[in-house]
């Protein structure tokens, strides 16, 4: 049996002002190996990732986000063994 060590991480990214930035930040999270999906809230500056940790994590994630021009808070990190 194979089993995906998934990962939630959770970050606040308070200069992220418009949807122009979120698609920037969603796309240059997209880009990264082991992420699964990303969601963006523009109006609570909050970005949610959920990835692979055997592929990345959660400060590579931060990093991207800070790389995108944008600074980045981790909120919390939750682990999910699926």
Same mark, same amino acid.
């Given at each position: ?6 990962? #939630? ?5 308070? @200069? ?5 930035? !979120?698609?920037?930040?969603? &796309? /240059? ?13 523009? #109006? ?5 990732? @959920? ?5 990345? !994590?959660?400060?590579?994630? &931060? /990093? ?19």
């Amino acid at each position: 049996m194979i089993y995906l060590s998934k990962q #939630s991480a959770y970050f606040r990214v308070p @200069d992220m002002a418009d949807d122009h930035g !979120s698609k920037i930040i969603k &796309k /240059d999270i997209d880009s990264i190996r082991g992420v699964i999906s990303v969601s963006v809230n523009v #109006s609570t500056n909050k970005v949610s990732v @959920d990835y692979d940790s055997t592929g990345t !994590s959660c400060e590579k994630i &931060k /990093d991207q986000i800070e790389k995108s021009g944008f600074k980045a808070q981790l909120i919390a990190n939750q682990d999910h063994i699926m």
